[in-house]
């Protein structure tokens, strides 16, 4: 049985998702980002390309680019049930599929030729997502998930192709290097200086000169610009990690707002980690400054989800890590090592009145919402709550820097 992997992209998502809400929005050059000086671009219309906008862009610059488009803040939780409907119908199509983010997806047709034709099959299902949820969106079919993620970019936008077995190689060597997954900023940078742009002179470099020059990568661009792939789909994304982070829309040393920010980080991780009933047993907090110099200090801890371990050690690493006296840009908090299971009380320090407030704050924010209630400490924090359940298995949201 060959196999053979579907590939489906929403088309500039968050501007298609916009333009459904607002019909005047048709046709407009459209940006969706952060509105302020240090606001990203996390998607653009088709109409801001031709004047060099693209997504993750500054906002500033993509605003000075295309002064004429209209500049949406975007709202992650109305681009999450659009997904989900698309989400549901996939997942009533087929038998195993891969949500990669919260616009893509993968999905196995292998051995679905002996009954509908895969192509057919693929073609009729995105007619039905573009009939049902009215967002435009593309496929690519091939026998791997490289080759169709490449053949859905070719055929954007809201389009469909197909590369028959044994045709992969001959399809990549006449495009431009950047469209082959894995080659990034760095890696595009020192292939350039190489003289290869394009993947058929990848397809034709030895092996080992790669190797040499990129290592372990090497192998991996070079097996893929044969257009080789055995990647498997993922149906369900294991969290092992979970985090937040702050960029201030103007550099500070304001230690009480640094703190409170920190605080209401600390504390909504820890609840989250609590309503998955889920430990942690490695905290680090990160510090970028204005230069753009960033930090990070870790320390690994007895697995536990309560507040009163992580809110101090969080204050304890930013205190070590904060040494320059120097504006600071963003802050962030992660937990890590994260393993399954309840809080367990400390024989000495806890006691049963402290496991009963934890019960009672989480129940309020299972009701009314995780930022229903919260410490004294980590009140004036905006915006902290991450607004979903990050061990549902699916992929983290992302509202900028990813190139549509």
């Known amino acids: 049985m060959k196999p053979t992997i579907l590939h489906l992209d929403l088309d500039t998502f968050f501007v298609s998702c916009e333009r459904l809400l607002d019909n005047r929005l048709m046709k407009r050059p459209l940006l969706v980002g952060g509105l302020g000086d240090r606001g990203v671009v996390a998607a653009c219309s088709y109409e801001t390309r031709r004047f060099g906008v693209h997504s993750g862009m500054s906002m500033k610059v993509a605003r000075r680019l295309c002064p004429e488009a209209t500049v949406i803040k975007g709202n992650a939780g109305t681009y999450m049930k659009f997904s989900d409907n698309v989400t549901e119908i996939i997942k009533e199509s087929v038998p195993v599929f891969e949500k990669a983010s919260v616009d893509e997806f993968y999905a196995d047709l292998s051995g679905m030729d002996r009954f509908f034709g895969c192509y057919k099959y693929a073609s009729e299902m995105r007619q039905r997502i573009l009939r049902e949820t009215g967002l435009p969106i593309s496929f690519g079919l091939s026998q791997n998930k490289v080759v169709s993620k490449v053949a859905t970019g070719e055929a954007k936008p809201n389009n469909q192709m197909k590369i028959d077995l044994g045709l992969e190689k001959e399809f990549l060597a006449p495009l431009h290097i950047r469209k082959l997954p894995s080659v990034g900023e760095k890696t595009y940078g020192l292939l350039s200086n190489m003289g290869v742009t394009t993947i058929q002179t990848v397809q034709e470099l030895p092996l080992e000169m790669l190797e040499s020059a990129f290592g372990l990568h090497g192998r991996t661009v070079w097996i893929r610009a044969q257009g080789l792939d055995n990647s498997p789909l993922v149906p369900f994304h294991e969290r092992k990690s979970i985090s937040t982070e702050r960029t201030y829309g103007k550099d500070t040393t304001d230690m009480v707002k640094l703190e409170t920010t920190l605080f209401a980080m600390a504390e909504n991780l820890a609840y989250q980690l609590r309503r998955a009933n889920k430990m942690t047993g490695c905290v680090s907090v990160k510090i970028r400054y204005s230069d753009f110099k960033t930090y990070t200090k870790q320390k690994r801890v007895p697995y536990t989800a309560a507040d009163h371990v992580l809110v101090p050690l969080v204050k304890e690493l930013f205190t070590s890590l904060y040494d320059r006296r120097m504006l600071i840009r963003l ?64 992929p983290p949201i992302l509202l900028a820097h990813r190139q549509q």
């Open 331 to 394: 802050v962030g908090v992660n937990y890590s090592h994260i393993v399954g299971g309840h809080y367990q009380i400390d024989l000495f320090a806890d006691d049963e009145k402290l496991l009963n407030l934890y019960q009672a704050m989480d129940r309020v924010r299972n009701r009314f919402g995780e930022s229903s209630l919260m410490r004294a400490s980590a009140m004036g924090a905006h915006s902290i709550g991450r607004g979903g359940n990050p061990f549902d298995g699916q």
